[in-house]
Nanobody, 120 residues
Framework: QVRLMESGGGIGKPGGSLRLSCVAS????????MGWYRQAPGKGRELVAE???????NYADSVKGRFTILRDSAENTVLLQMSSLKPEDTAVYYC??????????????WGQGTRVFVAS
């Protein structure tokens, strides 16, 4: 059973920083893309940032220059360093991974989500 576990959410101040982490565990035979999505109250889920297994990254325009995604492939971990926080960054943040499971089938796994609230 594959599991993605997020941590690091909480309350941040405008202009401040938070760091989210996500660890993938279970029987995994490779991970391609890992990333972060978010869902703000009353809105749909949107891509925040993703990182491919060979390094390239992709960011939403709204977070470029403020957020950094990092990955430790050996530990099946992905981090999201969030800086210059804005109130509009308030959302539930979900970890996402495109991985090959115990059946050697590629599928997309999701974490349970971690809440981020930005307010002064």
């Amino acid at each position: 059973q594959v599991r993605l576990m997020e941590s690091g959410g909480g309350i941040g101040k405008p202009g401040g920083s938070l760091r989210l982490s996500c660890v993938a565990s279970g029987t995994i035979h490779g991970i391609n893309t890992m990333g972060w999505y978010r869902q703000a109250p009353g809105k749909g889920r949107e891509l925040v940032a993703e990182i491919m297994s060979n390094g390239p990254t992709n960011y939403a325009d709204s977070v470029k220059g403020r957020f950094t995604i990092l990955r430790d492939s050996a530990e099946n971990t992905v981090l999201l360093q969030m800086s210059s926080l804005k109130p509009e960054d308030t959302a539930v943040y979900y970890c996402n991974a495109n991985l090959r499971d115990s059946s050697f089938r590629w599928r997309v796994a999701w974490g349970q989500g971690t809440r981020v609230f930005v307010a002064s």
